[in-house]
C-alpha cells in the first residue's frame, strides 16, 4: 500500500490535472453541475455494479471516475468564488468529528446500534443540517432504496419492532389486503369499480412492498441488492433461453411455455 506522501502526491497530481483540462479542453470547459448531475448518477451505478460483482479491479477504477466528478464539482464551485475542494473536505472532516462524539470527545456508547441513534439526533441539530429525522433521505432515490433508508433512520431514535419476528404479522396483513383489491379488481361489474378497486389495490401493493422491505431490513438484508441480483439471474437464464433457441432456427413466439420452462430449467441446472 501507498505512503501518506504518495497519496497526497497523487491528489495533487489528479488536482493539476483537472485544472488544465479545465482551460484547455474544449468538452470540459463546456461542462456545469447541470450538465455532469446525469454522468455522475451513471457512474455511481456504474460503481454499484462492480462492488455486486465483487470485481476489485473494476471497483477501483469506477472510485475513480467518481472522485473525478466530486473535484469537479468541487472546481465549479470554486471558478464560482462558492466553495473549493478544501471547503469539501472540511466540511466532511468536521462532520465527522462532530458525529463521532465517542471517538473525538467523552461520550460513551454500548453499541453500533447506539452510534446510529446519536448519529441521527446530532444530525437534527446541526446548523444547516436536518432538521427532521427523514429529511436526510432524498426524494430522488429510487422507492425501493428510499424505503429502505427511511426505515433505517427511523430505527436509529428507536421507532422499530420489539422483535424482529413481529414484522410478519405485518407481511401477512397487508399481503392479504393486497390480494382482496386484486380479487375485487376481477369481481368489479363496471368500469368505475374496476378503476377504484385498481386504484386502491396499487395503494395496497404500496404498503406490501413498504413491508416486505421492512421484514429484509429487519434481518440484515438488503432489499435493493437482492433484487438487484435476482434481476440479473433472471437476465442471464432468459437470455440463455433466447441464445439456445436461435442456435435451433426457432423463435421464442413460437415456442410453449413447457418448452422454454425445460430450457429454462436447463440454464439452471448449469448454475446460472
Not at 1 to 22: H, N, P, S, V, W
Not at 222 to 230: F, I, S, V
Request: net charge negative; hydrophobic share 40%.
Amino acid at each position: 500500500m501507498k505512503t501518506r506522501q504518495e497519496k497526497l502526491e497523487a491528489f495533487g497530481r489528479i488536482l493539476d490535472i483537472l485544472d488544465e483540462l479545465r482551460v484547455k479542453c474544449p468538452w470540459d470547459r463546456e461542462q456545469t453541475t447541470q450538465s455532469l448531475r446525469p454522468q455522475t448518477i451513471e457512474e455511481v451505478y456504474e460503481l454499484s455494479d462492480a462492488i455486486l460483482k465483487d470485481d476489485m479491479k473494476n471497483i477501483s477504477k469506477e472510485l475513480g471516475d467518481v472522485l473525478l466528478h466530486v473535484l469537479f464539482y468541487a472546481k465549479i464551485g470554486e471558478e464560482q468564488n462558492e466553495y473549493d475542494i478544501v471547503d469539501v473536505i472540511n466540511f466532511l472532516s468536521d462532520k465527522l468529528i462532530y458525529r463521532h462524539p465517542h471517538v473525538f470527545s467523552s461520550v460513551e456508547v454500548a453499541d453500533s446500534a447506539e452510534v446510529v441513534k446519536n448519529w441521527e439526533m446530532l444530525k437534527t441539530k446541526e446548523k444547516d443540517g436536518n432538521r427532521r429525522i427523514l429529511s436526510g433521505v432524498p426524494d430522488t432515490l429510487p422507492p425501493l432504496l428510499k424505503a429502505y433508508r427511511m426505515q433505517d433512520k427511523a430505527r436509529g431514535v428507536g421507532f422499530d419492532w420489539e422483535e424482529k419476528s413481529q414484522v410478519w404479522d405485518k407481511v401477512k396483513e397487508e399481503m392479504n389486503e393486497y390480494q382482496a383489491e386484486l380479487d375485487a379488481i376481477d369481481a368489479a361489474e363496471s368500469e368505475e369499480d374496476r378503476a377504484a378497486a385498481f386504484a386502491r389495490a396499487e395503494v395496497e401493493l404500496g404498503d406490501y412492498l413498504f413491508a416486505v422491505v421492512n421484514a429484509a431490513r429487519l434481518y440484515g438484508l438488503n432489499p435493493d441488492t437482492a433484487l438487484e441480483r435476482t434481476c440479473a439471474k433472471f437476465k442471464r437464464r432468459f437470455t440463455y433461453l433466447e441464445e439456445h433457441t436461435i442456435r435451433q432456427g426457432r423463435n421464442l413466439k413460437d415456442m410453449t411455455l413447457a418448452e422454454m420452462d425445460e430450457i429454462w430449467d436447463e440454464a439452471k441446472a448449469k448454475g446460472l
